[in-house]
């Protein structure tokens, strides 16, 4: 055994993205080849008596044109002034140019309407902020008599940090009534800057805009060198392998796509019963669609989760009552015989016709209702209903404990049934979705749950932000960085034998579709494909760390083969690895610029900036 030193490869091209948006339109972060600094953009009305209203309420009501940074949504004040924005962001190599506009659909009694940008205030403090031919003012620790640190007009201003080597350069297009403030209120804290966009009152018709261009100037010293260790004799779990949901549009080229290229390791499908109910001796396309890609998947060995969304209606307590959206929907006692036979006949059916079984069934995420509700105590009745139904059929379909949704205290939710030995008989393994992330102590519950029944535990939805669809908000390095860190951390703490990523579908798309079905793989194509085809299937997942939080690595073995994934958020680094036996290894590297770089022999390289760097042996 020795140890591996990982030297700096330099890449020649600045990463593409200057900064992170979320779905509406907001900017949420500046990105570098450095570290990332976390800004937050809002467009806040000013009301005459002070009240300060934010116009950005539900980030999915944006409307946003196509791929382009380009956002659109309505407003309403609280005296039914009404209003659209517009947001428009333009990235080059020097930063971003950010414009913000403001049509008024009515009279709008407001003191003003601003673009407000929140600075991280850990990084600024002791810092200063230098408007254009103005004194720098010091960006204190302690709060001066006044909250206002400046206020006047002007073009432009620069906050740096109390080193001087971390700038963020703000102007704007002509010299604009600009405040800035020291933060801190039950929010949160940051300084604050509030720059006007239009002055009231705005009459009908008005129409105002801003154009803000914001620099990042990250000259932060070098990280220190990474410490990572594995040890190849320390068997943590197994692991299947990772894959993907196949729930919706399974028929797409974006499913073909992925299912052609990336070697999937678990799935999960849709049962469709509104329209299995209706056409049962004729399924539609989208159903037929579906029992393929079942089929595809069992031909692979590929196991896999159906689960159910929605019922038809005369199924539920509220029938005809709410619409298809409404959440938490109760299933009538008074129907589970004719549910259990519409449930069954789909599964004989794809028996039948498709020569397929599911692994496991599900109702999805019913912990909150999308969008059958249960209980923890329905739960486990519904597991037993469904599981002796599926036993009487004699169909090897199982139950999935769980598919809750969220990770954060979730596991309470199944240890109802996990307390029942009559319930499980008929269970298969445990399943929770990550969305929205979790501590490792959230996370580890759901692994020790699995754990306690000797159960496999499965996570069926692995997702960061449930929102991010409305408006393609995944579609960027940044959220595939992201992606990748939560598989990574899912890994380290949850311990799961099989994950299933949502979606392999035109669902948080890993590839753009052109408009005659040409696909183009993304950079976050890339990143999962590490993980998907690195990683070797039913291989032991073995102890690995590291000593950095912005470096995370995790390890696996199978036989001879054996497979490290480091993952650095952040700035490049140095890495040294111990643990690793002496072996030629290949290496394969994914960074923004570039997507699944590969290269033989013995390498030393270092950890580019914000990549997926994987080492296997051949």
């Given at each position: 055994?020795?140890?591996?030193?990982?030297?700096?490869?330099?890449?020649?091209?600045?990463?593409?993205?200057?900064?992170?948006?979320?779905?509406?339109?907001?900017?949420?972060?500046?990105?570098?080849?450095?570290?990332?600094?976390?800004?937050?953009?809002?467009?806040?009305?000013?009301?005459?008596?002070?009240?300060?209203?934010?116009?950005?309420?539900?980030?999915?009501?944006?409307?946003?044109?196509?791929?382009?940074?380009?956002?659109?949504?309505?407003?309403?004040?609280?005296?039914?002034?009404?209003?659209?924005?517009?947001?428009?962001?333009?990235?080059?190599?020097?930063?971003?140019?950010?414009?913000?506009?403001?049509?008024?659909?009515?009279?709008?009694?407001?003191?003003?309407?601003?673009?407000?940008?929140?600075?991280?205030?850990?990084?600024?403090?002791?810092?200063?902020?230098?408007?254009?031919?103005?004194?720098?003012?010091?960006?204190?620790?302690?709060?001066?008599?006044?909250?206002?640190?400046?206020?006047?007009?002007?073009?432009?201003?620069?906050?740096?940090?109390?080193?001087?080597?971390?700038?963020?350069?703000?102007?704007?297009?002509?010299?604009?009534?600009?405040?800035?403030?020291?933060?801190?209120?039950?929010?949160?804290?940051?300084?604050?800057?509030?720059?006007?966009?239009?002055?009231?009152?705005?009459?009908?018709?008005?129409?105002?805009?801003?154009?803000?261009?914001?620099?990042?100037?990250?000259?932060?010293?070098?990280?220190?060198?990474?410490?990572?260790?594995?040890?190849?004799?320390?068997?943590?779990?197994?692991?299947?392998?990772?894959?993907?949901?196949?729930?919706?549009?399974?028929?797409?080229?974006?499913?073909?796509?992925?299912?052609?290229?990336?070697?999937?390791?678990?799935?999960?499908?849709?049962?469709?019963?509104?329209?299995?109910?209706?056409?049962?001796?004729?399924?539609?396309?989208?159903?037929?669609?579906?029992?393929?890609?079942?089929?595809?998947?069992?031909?692979?060995?590929?196991?896999?989760?159906?689960?159910?969304?929605?019922?038809?209606?005369?199924?539920?307590?509220?029938?005809?009552?709410?619409?298809?959206?409404?959440?938490?929907?109760?299933?009538?006692?008074?129907?589970?015989?004719?549910?259990?036979?519409?449930?069954?006949?789909?599964?004989?059916?794809?028996?039948?016709?498709?020569?397929?079984?599911p692994d496991l069934f599900s109702f999805n995420e019913s912990n909150i209702g999308i969008y059958v509700g249960l209980?923890?105590?329905?739960?486990?009745?519904?597991?037993?209903?469904?599981?002796?139904?599926?036993?009487?059929?004699?169909?090897?379909?199982?139950?999935?404990?769980?598919?809750?949704?969220?990770?954060?205290?979730?596991?309470?939710?199944?240890?109802?049934?996990?307390?029942?030995?009559?319930?499980?008989?008929?269970?298969?393994?445990?399943?929770?979705?990550?969305?929205?992330?979790?501590?490792?102590?959230?996370?580890?519950?759901?692994?020790?749950?699995?754990?306690?029944?000797?159960?496999?535990?499965?996570?069926?939805?692995?997702?960061?932000?449930?929102?991010?669809?409305?408006?393609?908000?995944?579609?960027?390095?940044?959220?595939?960085?992201?992606?990748?860190?939560?598989?990574?951390?899912?890994?380290?703490?949850?311990?799961?034998?099989?994950?299933?990523?949502?979606?392999?579908?035109?669902?948080?798309?890993?590839?753009?579709?052109?408009?005659?079905?040409?696909?183009?793989?993304?950079?976050?194509?890339?990143?999962?494909?590490?993980?998907?085809?690195?990683?070797?299937?039913?291989?032991?997942?073995?102890?690995?760390?590291?000593?950095?939080?912005?470096?995370?690595?995790?390890?696996?073995?199978?036989?001879?083969?054996?497979?490290?994934?480091?993952?650095?958020?952040?700035?490049?680094?140095?890495?040294?690895?111990?643990?690793?036996?002496?072996?030629?290894?290949?290496?394969?590297?994914?960074?923004?610029?570039?997507?699944?770089?590969?290269?033989?022999?013995?390498?030393?390289?270092?950890?580019?900036?914000?990549?997926?760097?994987?080492?296997?042996?051949?």
């Amino acid at each position: 055994m020795k140890s591996l030193l990982l030297l700096l490869v330099i890449l020649p091209a600045l990463a593409n993205e200057q900064a992170a948006y979320d779905v509406g339109g907001r900017i949420t972060a500046l990105l570098s080849n450095a570290e990332d600094v976390d800004i937050a953009t809002n467009i806040v009305a000013v009301l005459p008596n002070g009240k300060r209203v934010r116009l950005q309420r539900r980030g999915e009501d944006a409307r946003r044109q196509g791929h382009d940074l380009t956002w659109s949504l309505d407003f309403e004040l609280p005296d039914e002034g009404h209003g659209t924005l517009n947001l428009k962001s333009e990235e080059d190599a020097t930063g971003l140019r950010y414009t913000t506009a403001i049509a008024a659909g009515s009279a709008l009694e407001v003191s003003a309407i601003e673009l407000v940008i929140d600075l991280p205030h850990d990084t600024f403090v002791t810092g200063r902020v230098t408007p254009d031919g103005v004194a720098a003012v010091p960006l204190a620790a302690i709060r001066p008599p006044s909250p206002v640190l400046f206020s006047g007009n002007t073009p432009a201003l620069d906050f740096a940090n109390a080193g001087g080597n971390l700038l963020i350069d703000v102007s704007f297009d002509k010299p604009t009534s600009a405040t800035v403030v020291d933060r801190w209120d039950s929010n949160g804290r940051s300084y604050q800057l509030r720059a006007v966009i239009v002055k009231g009152p705005v009459a009908s018709g008005a129409k105002g805009s801003l154009t803000t261009t914001l620099r990042l100037n990250n000259r932060l010293p070098a990280p220190p060198p990474v410490h990572l260790t594995v040890d190849i004799t320390k068997t943590r779990f197994s692991f299947d392998g990772l894959g993907g949901d196949y729930c919706w549009d399974t028929r797409s080229p974006a499913a073909k796509y992925t299912f052609d290229n990336l070697n999937v390791g678990w799935a999960r499908t849709e049962m469709k019963l509104l329209q299995w109910d209706k056409h049962r001796d004729a399924p539609t396309p989208e159903v037929r669609g579906d029992l393929e890609m079942m089929r595809r998947l069992q031909q692979r060995g590929v196991p896999f989760v159906i689960s159910v969304w929605w019922l038809p209606e005369r199924f539920y307590t509220d029938a005809y009552e709410k619409p298809k959206s409404a959440h938490f929907r109760i299933i009538s006692p008074d129907k589970w015989d004719e549910l259990l036979d519409l449930i069954g006949s789909y599964l004989l059916y794809a028996k039948r016709e498709y020569q397929v079984e599911p692994d496991l069934f599900s109702f999805n995420e019913s912990n909150i209702g999308i969008y059958v509700g249960l209980t923890p105590e329905t739960h486990l009745e519904a597991i037993k209903r469904i599981g002796a139904h599926f036993s009487k059929l004699e169909l090897k379909t199982k139950m999935l404990l769980g598919d809750a949704t969220g990770p954060k205290d979730t596991h309470k939710f199944v240890l109802e049934a996990a307390a029942d030995p009559d319930a499980l008989k008929y269970v298969g393994a445990v399943g929770f979705h990550s969305w929205g992330g979790g501590s490792p102590e959230q996370y580890a519950a759901w692994g020790d749950v699995a754990d306690w029944l000797h159960l496999p535990l499965l996570v069926t939805e692995v997702g960061v932000d449930a929102a991010a669809y409305h408006n393609r908000a995944y579609d960027s390095y940044h959220y595939g960085l992201a992606e990748a860190r939560m598989i990574q951390e899912l890994l380290q703490y949850a311990r799961p034998q099989g994950m299933q990523f949502w979606q392999f579908t035109n669902d948080y798309a890993l590839v753009h579709t052109s408009q005659d079905g040409a696909i183009q793989p993304t950079q976050r194509f890339w990143l999962m494909k590490h993980f998907t085809d690195l990683t070797p299937r039913h291989s032991d997942a073995v102890f690995a760390a590291s000593d950095q939080p912005g470096v995370l690595v995790t390890a696996f073995r199978k036989g001879d083969a054996i497979t490290v994934h480091i993952l650095n958020t952040g700035a490049s680094r140095s890495a040294e690895i111990t643990g690793l036996p002496q072996a030629k290894w290949r290496v394969v590297q994914t960074t923004e610029a570039q997507g699944y770089q590969q290269s033989g022999g013995t390498l030393e390289l270092m950890l580019p900036p914000r990549s997926l760097v994987t080492m296997v042996t051949p």
